[in-house]
């Protein structure tokens, strides 16, 4: 593993997220976003109404300028994220899980958890110097994020999906070759 299991999380989540607003587009329904909020393990608030679900896509654009910068200009984002949520770093032990770092208080709103969250973990990929674990998906049609977290770093694509359409792209014009 290369980073710890809350970092993880946080990256996957940011990642789904921001691969949520290409098309076709999920996250559009309040119901998507409590399953978001569910399978990624948030604590804290969560209203459950459009103008959280409102609030949460508008940091999209945010969150995917910050994984695709580079290393210098991560660094810049991640210092105004911070700085603007006012994130005091604690650590945090609950519902099973061991200490681990939270920045702002459960009250806060849930997109303002996500940023910071997700600025607290990508804090751990500059400080190891992984930003090369961010990518754009391989698909030409696609401009999905795509987060590399295996030891041989050769995930190209944001999604099965994805990856699936240019196998089988692949396998046809092999066959086409074959067939000439």
Request: proline share 3%; aromatic share 6%.
């Amino acid at each position: 593993m290369v980073f710890t299991h809350d970092t993880n999380w946080s990256l996957q989540a940011a990642v789904a997220l921001v691969n949520s607003a290409v098309e076709p587009a999920t996250m559009t329904t309040v119901a998507e976003l409590d399953d978001f909020f569910g399978e990624y393990g948030y604590t804290g608030r969560h209203d459950g109404d459009q103008a959280e679900l409102d609030e949460v896509r508008a940091v999209v654009p945010q969150l995917r300028a910050l994984m695709t910068a580079d290393r210098d200009r991560a660094v810049v984002l991640l210092n105004a994220m911070l700085l603007e949520a006012s994130a005091l770093p604690q650590l945090q032990r609950h519902d099973g899980l061991d200490w681990h770092l939270h920045a702002v208080g459960p009250d806060r709103p849930f997109a303002e958890r996500i940023v910071v969250e997700t600025a607290m973990a990508m804090i751990d990929v500059v400080r190891a110097d992984e930003m090369s674990r961010f990518s754009t998906c391989a698909d030409d049609d696609c401009e999905g994020v795509v987060l590399d977290l295996s030891r041989n770093r050769s995930k190209r694509f944001c999604s099965v999906t994805c990856g699936n359409r240019n196998a089988v792209a692949a396998y046809r014009a092999r066959q086409a070759e074959t067939d000439e």
